[in-house]
Antibody, heavy 121, light 107 residues
Framework: QLQLQESGPGLVKPSETLSLTCTVSGGSISSSSYYWGWIRQPPGKGLEWIGSIYYSGSTYYNPSLKSRVTISVDTSKNQFSLKLSSVTAADTAVYYC?????????????WGKGTTVTVSS | SSELTQDPAVSVALGQTVRITCQGDSLRSYYASWYQQKPGQAPVLVIYGKNNRPSGIPDRFSGSSSGNTASLTITGAQAEDEADYYCNSRDSSGNHPFGTGTKVTVL
C-alpha cells in the first residue's frame, strides 16, 4: 500500500525559502503509473495545486506560482521535494503531497496527511 | 482557461439526493476526479474517470460528465457525507487545478 509522508519546518520567516520533502513508502517513486504532486490549503480556503514531477524529472507548475516554485525528485531516497522562495504570510497553509495516477484516467488516490507551514517572523 | 467552478454550498435532507457540479473548459478533454474533505483531514478520492469509485467508497457516490460540466451525485445522503467536495481535472498544460469547492450540509 503506497503511503506518503510530508516533512519539513513548520515555521518559515518572510522572504525566506520554504522547503518540504515527501517520502514515498510501500512502492517505488519510479512507478510508471504515478507522478507526484504538491497541493496546499490556506486556512479556511480551498485546495490549490502547486505542481508535479515525474520520476524522470519533468515538472509542471501552477502558472501563478511558477516563478517561485521548484519541485525535484530523488529516486535513490524515494522522495520528492518542494521549494517555494520569497514566502509571505499568504503562503501560510497546510501542504499536502499526493500521488497522481496518470495511466488512463488522472486522479490522486494517495495523499500525505499534510503538514502545516506558517510564515511569520 | 483551466479554472473549475463549483457552487459554494448545497444542502440536502438526510436520505435524499444531492448533485454537485463542476464547470470548466478542461472537462471537455479530461474526466474530473472528486475529493471529499472533512475538517482537519486530508482529501479523499471518491470518484474518478467516467464513474469509478475507489475501494471503500459507498455506491451512493456516482459521477457523470457532459460537455464542460462534471457532476458528483450522492444518492441517499448520510450524515457522514457532510463535508467539502472538490473537483479536479488535468488541463492542457499538464497541471491539475482544483475546483473552488462545495460545502455539503446534511440536514
Amino acid at each position: 500500500q503506497l503511503q506518503l509522508q510530508e516533512s519539513g519546518p513548520g515555521l518559515v520567516k518572510p522572504s525566506e525559502t520554504l522547503s518540504l520533502t515527501c517520502t514515498v513508502s510501500g512502492g517505488s517513486i519510479s512507478s510508471s503509473s504515478y507522478y507526484w504532486g504538491w497541493i496546499r490549503q490556506p486556512p479556511g480556503k480551498g485546495l490549490e495545486w502547486i505542481g508535479s514531477i515525474y520520476y524522470s524529472g519533468s515538472t509542471y507548475y501552477n502558472p501563478s506560482l511558477k516563478s517561485r516554485v521548484t519541485i525535484s525528485v530523488d529516486t535513490s531516497k524515494n522522495q520528492f521535494s518542494l521549494k517555494l522562495s520569497s514566502v509571505t504570510a499568504a503562503d501560510t497553509a497546510v501542504y499536502y503531497c499526493a500521488g497522481v495516477h496518470g495511466s488512463g484516467y488522472y486522479y490522486m488516490d494517495v495523499w500525505g496527511k499534510g503538514t502545516t507551514v506558517t510564515v511569520s517572523s | 482557461s483551466s479554472e473549475l467552478t463549483q457552487d459554494p454550498a448545497v444542502s440536502v435532507a438526510l436520505g435524499q439526493t444531492v448533485r454537485i457540479t463542476c464547470q470548466g473548459d478542461s472537462l471537455r478533454s479530461y474526466y474530473a476526479s472528486w475529493y471529499q474533505q472533512k475538517p482537519g483531514q486530508a482529501p479523499v478520492l471518491v470518484i474518478y474517470g467516467k464513474n469509478n469509485r475507489p475501494s471503500g467508497i459507498p455506491d451512493r457516490f456516482s459521477g457523470s460528465s457532459s460537455g464542460n460540466t462534471a457532476s458528483l451525485t450522492i444518492t441517499g445522503a448520510q450524515a457522514e457525507d457532510e463535508a467539502d467536495y472538490y473537483c479536479n481535472s488535468r488541463d492542457s498544460s499538464g497541471n491539475h487545478p482544483f475546483g473552488t469547492g462545495t460545502k455539503v450540509t446534511v440536514l
